[in-house]
């Protein structure tokens, strides 16, 4: 029988293998948030798909399945998080907490399960997470952050506005075909097309109608300008703290610093 000493130290161990696999840089790890990446970016696009079909017993199994899934990621997150308050309070562990809390009390909302469905929509949030580690891993992402930012929140806000339009404007066995003209209705909107052959006719589907509008178009436009600008690159001068550079740049501008920008020929 193992003694207290034995079963504290393969605690140790375990504590240490998560935390490596979350935050080490071997290629062990890597490989594992690259698997953390995949897992995500499958999850984000079953809860859009799923949002559009009626309830079924087969997706009720895979909905608990991925919530389970995903509420042990997120403990393990919060187990070797060293800040664990400030873990807690960021957008993508709280957008978890509610999903998964929307999956496993949605037996309790069997009359309002249009509600659920936004709420698994908020799993779009942790697409902010998966850019995190992107901007580690990837030089391509870091050098065209600024657009490949603006077309995640460009798509997260139409993709959870079409969700809601969904279940305000439509019947809950409206299927594929009705959540096509959920999204339909919102690029109508979001882009002041205003074709006007799907209206709004509650208080509450004309305010959403505004806020598609308001924030979708500076949404959008920001796009626009983060495609058409001049690319330039994320990296600290440590001189003067100026974090845009030319992705070429050996000087900063600002202060004349030297500056080691990672290149495909090696530093600058």
């Known amino acids: 029988m193992k003694t207290t000493r034995q079963l504290l130290a393969e605690e140790s161990n375990f504590h240490r293998t998560v935390r490596l696999l979350y935050t080490g840089s071997s290629e062990r790890a890597r490989q594992f948030r690259y698997g953390l990446i995949a897992f995500d970016a499958v999850s984000i696009v079953y809860f859009v798909i799923i949002s559009a079909l009626p309830e079924d017993p087969v ?3 895979i909905n608990l399945v991925l919530g389970l899934a995903i509420l042990v990621d997120l403990a393990a997150r919060l187990w070797v998080s060293d800040k ?3 873990e807690l309070t960021r957008i993508h562990t709280i957008a978890d907490v509610v999903v998964v809390a929307s999956i496993f009390l949605a037996p ?3 009359e309002n399960l249009g509600f659920v469905r936004i709420l698994r929509g908020l799993r779009l949030i942790r697409a902010y997470h998966l850019l995190r580690d992107l901007r ?8 065209h952050e600024d657009a490949i930012l603006a077309a995640v929140n460009l798509l997260v806000f139409i993709f959870f506005t079409t969700s809601c339009v969904f279940v305000l ?4 066995h409206a299927g594929v075909s009705g959540y096509v003209d959920a999204l339909y209705f919102t690029v109508a909107t979001l882009t002041t097309t205003g074709f006007g052959d799907i209206t709004m006719e509650t208080t509450g589907g004309k305010l959403l109608s505004v806020l598609i509008m308001v924030v979708g178009v500076s949404l959008f436009l920001q796009l626009l300008r983060a495609i058409f600008q001049p690319s330039k690159v994320k990296y600290s001068c440590p001189e003067c703290g100026l974090n845009r550079h ?3 740049a050996v000087h900063c501008k600002h202060c004349g610093e030297t500056i080691k920008i990672e290149t495909d020929g090696g530093n600058s």
């Open 169 to 172: 404007a439509f019947e809950g």
């Open 108 to 110: 309790f909302f069997a």
């Open 246 to 248: 030319e992705p070429d």
């Open 84 to 86: 664990l308050r400030k």
């Open 136 to 143: 580690q891993e990837s030089r391509f992402f870091r050098l």
């Open 59 to 61: 997706y009720t199994v």
